[in-house]
Nanobody, 114 residues
Framework: QVQLVESGGRLVQPGGSLRLSCAASGRLSSIGVMGWYRQGPGKERELVAGITGGGDTNYLDSVKGRFTVSRDNVQNIYLQMTNLKPEDTAVYYC?????????WGQGTQVTVSS
């Protein structure tokens, strides 16, 4: 069984930076895709950034150039966020798509406000 735990969310001022972390327990396959999603108030959940086991990445258009997803091993991924904007306010979720299932973390709140 895989469990994902996000951390790093907090209140930050516009223009600020944050680094989110997602730590996985259990055995993950290197061929699995991992990603960060977010759900803002009254909005649908959307993909923010994804990364494959080979390191290929993709991003939501509105975060390109500001956010960077990275993976230091099979178990952990990160989301470096810079130049944060109020519209980035959301609960951020980590997701791992594995051969044996689709796993989600519980989310971490990011609030961008002055």
């Amino acid at each position: 069984q895989v469990q994902l735990v996000e951390s790093g969310g907090r209140l930050v001022q516009p223009g600020g930076s944050l680094r989110l972390s997602c730590a996985a327990s259990g055995r993950l396959s290197s061929i699995g895709v991992m990603g960060w999603y977010r759900q803002g108030p009254g909005k649908e959940r959307e993909l923010v950034a994804g990364i494959t086991g080979g390191g290929d990445t993709n991003y939501l258009d509105s975060v390109k150039g500001r956010f960077t997803v990275s993976r230091d091993n099979v178990q952990n991924i990160y989301l470096q966020m810079t130049n944060l904007k109020p519209e980035d306010t959301a609960v951020y979720y980590c997701r791992a798509v594995q051969p044996d299932g689709d796993y989600w973390g519980q989310g971490t709140q990011v609030t961008v406000s002055s």
